[in-house]
């Protein structure tokens, strides 16, 4: 099929050469993309499928040629298809890859399977096409699933082990009252010490439960979609915990929107405050925020200018008690495996940026914008 209209009526040979050109160049993108295709025409009618398509529902090229679109849907899908496929062919809007809700294929044995499809509008000399990408998703499907099993799994024996552990440990601290109430202010002032210390790691292990809890749950991917405004959300942040008075935080945000899951980016935003703000060792603490939009991501940078991270510890720090001052008794390092699990458990990335010969740490976050009609799903 031709891929370049003909505008002049009597074409010359070099417009003719162009058109075979970008015809062949087409059919070589076509049979060659590393996902199954096929070219939709107006009426629904299949025109043409690469090899990866036919061997991903099982037809030939031939049973497949002219055939309605439907026949690769199962029969509950059809009908509602033949009119959302209607209007689309009105009013063509490109739909990459991962967008919309998931899709369900029929192959030829009867068998069906998950799929994703991307969707955009070819014009050429002999009409207008649609043309589908899909790839099978079984595999991530199935790797989906055990995942959630196994965030479940986690999610239960935390619970589980952090009542079996605050018993103990309200124990311990009904038994340091005790102790206080026998004293009363007649407690030497080793006494006192001691049990300000006991009262310390209580508070420590606490801390240790409460995060190991909430280390479980950022697994889940739960949260709603709503719209988020940038200068609002850190506004919000650090309205909720007001930095104490000597730190000083300034932020580069625009009014700009945009639809994203609002509850978790705030914990990983108050996350990374937090971390800059306790691993510090100088006595003012300047934080800067800068959220913006690029694309199809916001991007959210928090910095410091504390003493960095080494780079030979960097992959140290999103693991679980990792802390890299051996000395530090008020964390047991899991802020940073909180926001990592937070930031991909919703389709983001997490990157550390700090170099060895200069102060300073960034903490870059790239958190997926999602489609509207992921809102009105």
């Not at 490109?94 to 899709?103: E, S, V, Y």
């Not at 990408?133 to 965030?151: F, G, H, Q």
């Not at 006595?283 to 003493?307: A, F, K, N, Y």
């Amino acid at each position: 099929m031709g891929m370049i209209e003909t505008i002049a009526a009597k074409p010359s040979l070099r417009d003719v050469s162009l058109s075979q050109k970008a015809d062949q160049a087409f059919r070589s993108i076509f049979e060659n993309a590393p996902c199954g295709m096929l070219l939709v025409n107006a009426q629904g009618l299949i025109t043409h499928t690469n090899e990866r398509l036919c061997a991903m529902f099982g037809y030939s090229t031939e049973e497949l040629a002219a055939q309605p679109i439907e026949i690769l849907l199962p029969t509950r899908f059809r009908s509602d298809h033949v009119g959302l496929r209607d209007g689309y062919t009105q009013a063509p809007r490109p739909r990459a890859m991962g967008q919309g809700r998931d899709l369900t294929g029929l192959r030829k044995d009867g068998v069906e399977f998950p799929l994703e499809i991307g969707l955009s509008v070819i014009d050429t000399a002999e009409g207008r096409f649609n043309c589908a990408s899909i790839i099978d998703i079984t595999d991530r499907k199935r790797a989906e699933l055990r995942l959630k099993e196994a965030n479940g799994q986690l999610e239960e024996f935390t619970y589980v082990a952090s009542h079996d552990l605050r018993s103990p440990i309200r124990g311990i601290a009904n038994l340091i009252e005790f102790i206080r109430e026998d004293y009363g202010d007649s407690a030497p002032a080793t006494v006192q010490k001691n049990l300000a210390r006991m009262d310390e790691r209580i508070g420590a292990m606490e801390k240790l439960i409460e995060d190991l809890l909430t280390y479980a749950r950022s697994g889940r991917r739960t949260a709603k979609i709503e719209p988020i405004v940038l200068r609002d959300l850190v506004d919000e942040v650090l309205a909720l915990e007001p930095p104490p008075a000597h730190v000083h935080i300034s932020v580069d945000a625009s009014d700009e929107s945009f639809d994203g899951t609002k509850v978790p980016l705030a914990t990983v935003l108050r996350n990374l405050i937090s971390n800059a703000i306790k691993h510090h060792d100088r006595e003012e603490v300047s934080i800067t925020i800068t959220i913006r939009l690029v694309h199809d991501q916001c991007i959210m940078e928090v910095s410091d200018d504390g003493p960095g991270i080494p780079e030979a510890a960097q992959k140290r720090v999103f693991r679980l008690f990792q802390t890299l001052n051996a000395s530090e008794r008020k964390g047991v390092g899991l802020g940073l495996a909180v926001v990592q699990r937070l930031v991909t458990g919703h389709g983001g990335a997490i990157t550390l940026l700090s170099s060895d010969d200069q102060r300073g740490s960034t903490f870059r976050v790239r958190w997926p914008r999602y489609a509207r009609t992921d809102l009105d799903d």
